[in-house]
């Protein structure tokens, strides 16, 4: 199987013409340092039209297909908003799957790297034990699947009086995987003054109910498909015996 971390989160951040192309979206310093470390020259459609608004608090519902650079178009806000000196969770991304969460935390570790800002992956199928621990050292973004969010919720590992922004990523895919009553269930747990931002290729009618329940006289975005400026991703799978594995994967590795 071919399994490359495309980082939607990174990789398909920007495209590049001029050096300003940042500067007029409001953005301060910690993030335009970001921006130059990266070496992001001018922000795509979803960013430009996204960035100055989730930087003023305001909720917003973006209707954006993957590979517009919509990670980039709430990772800089959430470095700007953050408190560094606060070690609790001040910001939750949702995301559909474990693949996801570990691009996009990868992808906001690279953003906040001048802010040093703690980001942690939580999803099912890794162990319990190191997610554990960072919760209880304290990081400043969580990134996770619903299930193990909720779970981490109950168990009271994961504290949620102190997020100021939460992120559902990919909204219309948690939907098709039957996770909108975890969702409920974690938005109904954050505190009263929070911002929430929408992201979704699609809009059927469950996320329409969900934004209008949910999200305080939002912004309403919609990016066209033939923004996207990632390359597209040829995905490939191999069905081999267990044992051929490692073997397997060390052809394909040589061979790409």
């Avoid at 979206?25 to 910690?30: H, T, V």
């Amino acid at each position: 199987m071919k399994n490359v971390i495309d980082i939607d989160a990174i990789s398909d951040a920007v495209e590049t013409t001029t050096p300003t192309g940042f500067a007029r979206l409001g953005l301060g310093p910690a993030a335009m340092q970001a921006i130059a470390t990266l070496g992001y020259e001018n922000p795509t459609v979803v960013q430009e039209r996204s960035i100055p608004i989730l930087i003023q608090g305001r909720d917003a519902i973006t209707q954006a297909p993957t590979g517009t650079g919509k990670t980039a178009a709430y990772g800089l806000p959430i470095v700007q908003m953050l408190d560094e000196r606060e070690q609790k969770t001040q910001a939750l991304v949702v995301v559909p799957t474990r693949e996801l969460a570990i691009q996009v935390a990868a992808a906001l570790d690279v953003l906040g790297k001048n802010r040093r800002m703690v980001t942690l992956p939580v999803y099912g199928g890794q162990a319990y034990g190191g997610q554990l621990r960072s919760l209880r050292t304290g990081v400043q973004v969580v990134v996770g699947t619903p299930g193990r969010l909720l779970d981490h919720l109950d168990r009271g590992t994961l504290i949620l009086d102190c997020v100021r922004m939460v992120v559902l990523d990919e909204a219309d895919e948690m939907l098709k995987m039957g996770f909108v009553e975890d969702i409920e269930k974690l938005l109904a747990a954050l505190p009263e003054a929070h911002q929430t931002v929408l992201f979704s290729a699609t809009m059927p009618p469950r996320i329409k109910n969900l934004a209008k329940q949910y999200l305080n006289n939002p912004e309403h975005i919609t990016i066209a498909g033939g923004s996207a400026v990632g390359p597209d991703v040829k995905q490939v799978y191999y069905e081999v015996n267990w044992t051929d594995k490692p073997r397997a994967l060390a052809r394909i590795l040589e061979f790409e």
